[in-house]
């Protein structure tokens, strides 16, 4: 059996009840639940919330909320490893364990069923711990620049200062939106980041992390652009 787990708490601060919030016509939620449902790979699809409103919408939208968020899991330190892990063994003290569980961020309005069907064949194939959404940086992280504390400028790495960029190893950073893994590597918290996952690379213009206000207005113009774009296809 396979889950998607959706996590979705309601103490939100940069972003108020970002989770519910209406962007594009929708509640934002909304997008991630439909996604998981058009892609057909899932038996289940569960939002865990400690918030009855998110749970509400999330019903609403054609999601489960078999149980409520403990408060130990629902603040602003506890990542969506634990989430996950946790889903699973309380679908596990009721019988009905799944073999793999795929984390959807609520706050991605760019997934698509696609890329989700793609992570799990990947998985499945390749017997992986995880399989989960990267995309390439648009800029050399080997020039990258900081701050001296006297407000001046140096390199993470002067050694590059010179290679050609076509000469520097690409790099890939973690998109965002989903994260396939086996039910087994979720409970004994393996390392997402390490050799045990493989990447599911998406294309740059269709990931963008949704922090802060300027994030979401940036994200509402991306995905007006793409919905022209498909429009006039």
């Not at 396979?2 to 997008?31: D, H, T």
């Not at 889903?87 to 984390?103: E, T």
């Not at 064949?121 to 648009?138: C, K, P």
């Not at 300027?214 to 006039?232: G, I, P, S, Y």
Request: with cysteine.
């Amino acid at each position: 059996m396979a889950i998607a787990v959706i996590p979705a708490r309601g103490g939100s601060k940069r972003i108020p009840r970002k989770n519910i919030k209406p962007f594009c016509g929708k509640p934002m939620i909304a997008w991630t639940i439909e996604a998981a449902a058009q892609s057909g790979c899932f038996d289940r699809i569960i939002v865990s919330t400690d918030d009855a409103e998110i749970a509400e919408v999330a019903r609403d939208c054609g999601a489960e909320t078999p149980f409520v968020r403990p408060p130990e899991l629902s603040d602003d330190h506890t990542g969506t490893g634990p989430v996950v892990a946790h889903a699973i063994q309380w679908l596990g003290q009721a019988g009905k364990a799944p073999d793999l569980a795929c984390c959807l961020y609520a706050t991605a309005p760019f997934l698509q069923a696609e890329d989700i069907r793609r992570g799990y064949e990947v998985i499945q194939e390749q017997g992986a711990d995880y399989a989960f959404s990267v995309a390439s940086f648009a800029f050399p992280i080997q020039r990258a620049l900081y701050l001296t504390e006297a407000g001046r400028l140096a390199m993470f790495q002067p050694e590059h200062l010179a290679t050609r960029s076509q000469d520097l190893t690409e790099a890939y950073h973690d998109a965002g939106q989903f994260y396939w893994g086996t039910a087994q590597a979720w409970c004994e918290e393996r390392r997402l980041f390490d050799t045990g996952s493989i990447p599911i690379v998406l294309p740059r213009h269709r990931v963008q992390d949704i922090d802060v206000p300027e994030d979401w207005e940036r994200a509402e113009w991306m995905l007006k652009a793409m919905q022209l774009q498909k429009a006039n296809a």
